[in-house]
């Protein structure tokens, strides 16, 4: 997976930015998977590690919501979609 800004979107002359020379604020997102089983269940760790431009002076307060948000949300729905199927997996056994 990977982000890319694209420049118009939806029109016939649609095309991504070539990387660094987009606009945007997060550059890469990356995500590490473990899991073991043990002790009868399954133990998930996930890290994840974005990165990000400067956010530019004054812009701070209407921009970094969406740098820090976006990646802590899409972890958590990542997390509680993997606990429901688990859960579900085990209740079919």
Do not use: C
């Amino acid at each position: 997976m990977r982000i890319a800004e694209v420049v118009n979107a939806g029109k016939s002359d649609e095309r991504e930015k070539t990387p660094g020379n987009d606009d945007g604020f997060m550059w890469r997102m990356e995500t590490w998977w473990r899991m073991e089983e043990r002790d009868g269940g399954v133990y998930v760790q996930s890290e994840v590690a974005s990165l990000t431009r400067d956010i530019p002076t004054g812009l701070g307060w209407m921009i970094k919501p969406f740098v820090t948000d976006i990646p802590k949300e899409s972890l958590t729905f990542t997390l509680q979609a993997t606990r429901k199927a688990a859960e579900e997996l085990r209740t079919r056994r």
